[in-house]
Nanobody, 118 residues
Framework: VQVVESGGGLVQTGGSLRLSCAVSGSIAPITVMGWYRQVPGKQRELVASTSSGESTNYADSVKGRFTIARDDVKNTLFLQMNTLKPEDTAVYYC?????????????WGQGTQVTVSS
């Protein structure tokens, strides 16, 4: 299974970016997909996630600014980030959880850098 993110970059405070994540190679159902972020010296944290039932979950720090969406036909995940702040600067990782008969398997992308300048 391959997980590939794209769309990161440098943006000014108040700007917007859209991250994309393509998952390929899985023949098993993808249940949960999500975005996490990490800055040096800190733990990776959940930004937003969505289940196959379309329920969504957001970190308090991004509610009202970020929107997660998925395309189950193309196994693609998106994160629309608006009103970006310097504290949103991090490496953003895409996560996909695949269900096999006896357990779940977690897959991660390589990460994409988001830098918000003040």
């Amino acid at each position: 299974v391959q997980v590939v993110e794209s769309g990161g970059g440098l943006v000014q405070t108040g700007g917007s970016l859209r991250l994309s994540c393509a998952v390929s190679g899985s023949i098993a159902p993808i249940t949960v997909m999500g975005w996490y972020r990490q800055v040096p010296g800190k733990q990776r944290e959940l930004v937003a996630s969505t289940s196959s039932g379309e329920s969504t979950n957001y970190a308090d720090s991004v509610k009202g600014r970020f929107t997660i969406a998925r395309d189950d036909v193309k196994n693609t995940l998106f994160l629309q980030m608006n009103t970006l702040k310097p504290e949103d600067t991090a490496v953003y990782y895409c996560h996909a959880r695949v269900k096999i008969p006896t357990r779940y398997l977690d897959y991660w992308g390589q990460g994409t850098q988001v830098t918000v300048s003040s």
